[in-house]
Every structure is written in C-alpha cells, then in structure tokens.
C-alpha cells in the first residue's frame, strides 16, 4: 500500500504552518525568575547554594523534553535569560 500524495493548495498557510512547527514559546512569569535564585542557605559551612531548587527542576524537565545534553542545555537557558534581559549572575 503505497503513499497517499495531496496536493497543497494553499501554499501561504502551509508555508506558515512550516515555520510555526519551529517555534518554541515560553511564558515565564516575574515570580518565576524572583525564585530562580537561592535566598537561603543551608545551614552548614562553605558557600550557600547559588540557584532554588525550582530553577534545577525546572532546567531538568528542559532538559528531558528537548533531549538536550547538559552544556547545551546550559546555553538554552542563558539564551532565554539574556532574551528577557535578565541577568543569571549576581
């Protein structure tokens, strides 16, 4: 049984439909990047932790989704971050 073929016949749609298949759309919210940094520490000796657990959460589903490597997931996240013109470091 082979292939069926369809003719396209409305190309503008179809060609929009090809470029919106490639988009990736976030929405973060303002409490979201608040939290993204550590405000506690743990306690103990030594330097606190730099980001909350929900950020590491958050970059680990990213992760999973995109089946992206850890350093590519890395620069996924700071191209987001420097898009929202929010700065990772303090």
């Known amino acids: 049984m082979g292939k069926a073929n369809k003719k ?3 190309w503008t749609e179809y060609n929009k439909a090809l470029c919106k298949r490639g988009s990736v759309t976030f929405w973060i919210d303002d409490s979201a990047v608040d939290a993204w940094r550590c405000k506690t520490h743990h306690g103990k000796r030594g330097r606190g932790f730099q980001y909350s ?3 590491i ?3 680990l589903m990213i992760k999973g ?3 992206l490597p850890l350093r590519a ?3 996924f996240i700071d191209s987001i971050f420097e898009l929202l013109d929010v700065p990772l470091t303090s």
């Open 65 to 67: 989704i995109f089946s």
């Open 53 to 55: 657990d929900t950020a």
């Open 73 to 75: 997931l890395q620069g």
């Open 8 to 10: 396209i016949t409305n």
């Open 57 to 59: 959460e958050t970059a």
